[in-house]
């Protein structure tokens, strides 16, 4: 009856497709749904085996007593069960109306056989004499033989869980008309109604036909206590097939008129076996146009009038053949008890899910349900399949969990709106109000990055790299400015972009008429509570020599925006092409734009090694080049050079797109501690260093010596790193840094853009000179590192001008392999205590 109250829920979902697979398809998704579609088909296949089976079993017996034999008795039975089959089919081939006629005749015959049974039983009371009692144990309806028959009599190997997985497939149809919603008119009333008076009708037989039968006939001939006191001694004896027990026929002998009996028997059979035939290859047919699995859509291709599967009454029919070449009712029935039962009990989980998320699409029509008696019902379904046959209980819950595996790897394009996306809201904002109650600790620190990406498909290194420090297991958010007097609804599909290449972050757009004013919302906005970046990324700004000093105020202006809000700040720079495309595949998507000396924008898209250039006439010849100037990043700062620079064909750009930072690569994380900020400067390289793609670099840490000697310091320096638990390769002491810098490099930094600011003398304050030195002591110790972390000069523009500013950056990063730029807030982010 539970399984009434799970459908009926449902009944306002069923109304487009097939039933169970439906269900929990659309309630637990696709990986539970297809795995539960390919179990439901394959145990009504099954099931038309455990029917047609029992046919075939009614008729030898009946050839039996007339001793006749086509081979022997296994083999005579597989003959019928194949034949009833093939009828069958043909009847399910000629489509839906000729099976709905034919059970309407087999069900004329099922309740005429109810009722002679009936009939016979008060008969038999009447006419039975005392030796076919002792002979065949049969009484008439008598309350002593009730009594009697009331209590438990398992013989030897076995119990209630036995015989329970041999009744079980009995009561399986309930989701026939399900099955069918598809084929009728108004499934959303027809399916309630119809399921529960098939539940009440089908009940009441059964109740009657037991308590008739088990009134009318003894377990044995002779009695109980004869027949166990053989069963204590070691005496070998064949008892005759007569009784509750060994006459699998004594419902004819008891009926008023026997054939009817065996007529009600095959009809019961064939109707049920005919139903199984039908809903198998229509479950499927739903699984295949859902286009779960691959190369299975011939399955779902449907001909005549109601789209009839004839490719799954096939195979339908062949699985069919093949369980029925097993001959043996009671092997079949604990397989197919434990493939329905499956089903059962991710239906009832599907409910309690779909009820637990207390979503406000999850509006069943029928109100009658209860989700911890779901969960309850879903619980013991489990159960008893362990019960029945624990190895097959096993077996199917293992072959669910890899078709399970199979569609999450796969991941289908589909968007049903599952419970479990509605579950997992409402379990994240949980977590996220109750994250609000503990206080922060040191310990528990995590880099949060906001990283101002633009879009992030096209800074593909920046977002890879960032991505390197958050490991997945902290927050990434991809912050893009968009610049627009007015608001309109954003539009993206950045988050597959994200998705597709398996970078965990979130992308978050602002409209604003700067991109100043932009950041400046994204760093005071962005976040969840507690889950809120604590770290500002960008892109170093390769242009700023040559846009108007406006955008380059505003990129100063950010710097200090973010300080002044609490946040620690990174600024990383790629110096080559190949920096710059280093970190994505060669199959991703990227798309680059470039301004040529007319100002008109070429666009060019590069996916799967095929560029397509809608506006360049003809296509590029391999190794033929193209000169663009200045070739940038849409929505960045970032220009990719300085000087024109050639843009190859598709096959020389295939080639600069490789991947810079290959797993485990060799080389070392040179670390410039030059000032205390928090520890931020150390934690962030030792994150890098745990992940795979830079697992073979090791740690060195460079820090200013001071008036103590060398040796003292590095050892210092040491024992704090170790008390942090830092893994190091080396610690690097190096002097001259308030050393005066070259003069070919003081004369260098004068040509670059801030002569206007350089004093009347043309002498460089104490502040820059540093810079200009450090610059010198970062090529002389670390022109060979895979990558530099540097601590970020603080931008004040009480001492420093936005142009000074990235004349420091411009000298401490240039012509170095990948630099970070960062400082924390100076709040501790290390502790000695674990």
Known sequence: MEKYWEVSSHRNEIAIQRGA???????????????????????????????????????????????VLIIDRKNDIRIVGLIALILCFIITMFGLDWVIHTQVVLMVLIILAILNVIVGSFYSSVTETRENVLAKGITGLKFETFKENLKPGYRDKQDFFKIFSIFFPAVTGIMAGANLSGDLKDPSHSVPIGTLLAILITSFSYLVLVWFVGASALRDPIGNKFTESFNETNINITLPKYGLVNDFQITEKISFWGPLILAGIIAATLSSGLAALVSAPKVFQAVCRDKIFPFIEIFGKGYGRNGEPRYGYILAFGIAVGFIAIGEINSIAPVNSNFFLMAFALVNYSVFQSSLAKSPGWRPSFKYYNLWVSLF??????TIMFLINWWAALVTILFVGLLYKFVDIRKPNINWGTSRSAHTYVK????????????????????????????????????HFVSHITNHFGLMICGEVRIASTLSLPKSNQVA????????????????????????????????????????????????????????????????????????????????????????????QNEVVAANEKNE????????????????????????????????????????????????????????????????????????????????????????????????????????????TIEANQIKMATLLKKFRIDFSSVVEFQGINKYPK?????????LRNGQHLPADGNLDVKTLRQIRIGELLHEHSSEA??????????????????????????????????LLIRGNQTSVLTVYS
């Not at 019902?377 to 489990?382: H, W």
């Not at 990055?449 to 879009?455: F, H, I, M, R, S």
């Not at 001008?801 to 990063?813: D, F, H, I, N, Q």
Request: net charge positive; glycine share 6%.
């Open 497 to 588: 972009w994200l998705n597709n290449n398996k970078i965990k972050a979130f992308h978050q757009i602002v409209q604003n008429e700067s991109f100043g004013g932009g950041a400046r919302c994204l760093l005071q906005a962005v976040g969840l509570g507690k889950l809120k970046p604590n770290t500002l990324i960008m892109g170093y700004m390769h242009c700023w020599q040559k846009v108007d000093v406006h955008r380059v105020n505003e990129y100063f202006q950010i710097i200090d925006d973010a300080l002044e809000l609490n946040y620690g700040i990174g600024i990383v720079r790629f110096n080559s092409p190949n920096d710059t495309n280093g970190l994505i595949a060669e199959n991703e």
């Open 601 to 708: 924008v070429v666009s060019i898209k590069e996916k799967n090694g095929a560029i397509a250039k809608k506006d360049i006439n003809g296509l590029l010849k391999p190794n033929e080049t193209i000169n663009v100037p200045d070739i940038l990043f849409k929505n960045s700062f970032e220009f990719l050079n300085e000087e024109k620079r050639k843009l190859q064909s598709p096959t020389s750009i295939s080639g600069v797109v490789t991947n810079l930072f290959s797993p485990k690569s060799k080389g070392t994380i040179d670390v410039w501690w030059l000032y205390d900020d928090g520890g931020l400067t150390i934690l962030v390289p030792h994150i890098l260093s745990l992940h795979s793609k830079w697992k073979g670099c090791k740690l060195r840490i460079f820090t200013p010596a001071s008036e103590v």
């Open 743 to 751: 003069e070919k490099n003081i004369n260098e930094f004068k040509k």
């Open 786 to 819: 895979k990558l530099i972390v540097l601590t970020l000069p603080i931008p004040k523009r009480s001492f420093v001008t936005p142009l000074m500013y990235m004349s420091w950056l411009e000298v401490l990063t240039a012509n170095l392999p990948p630099t």
């Open 21 to 67: 697979y439906y269900m929990i398809s659309r309630s637990l998704g696709p990986e539970f749904g297809g795995s539960i579609g390919v179990i439901f088909s394959i145990a009504n296949a099954v099931a038309v085996a455990f029917y047609l089976v029992g046919f075939a079993e009614t008729i030898q017996s009946i050839m039996e007593r007339y001793d």
């Open 428 to 463: 994240a904002v949980r977590l996220a109000r109750r994250l609000e109650t503990f206080d922060e600790h040191v310990k528990n620190f995590r880099v949060q990055v906001l990283c101002l990406t633009g879009q992030p498909s096209l800074r593909p290194s920046l977002v």
């Open 377 to 382: 019902a879903f619980l013991m379904c489990i």
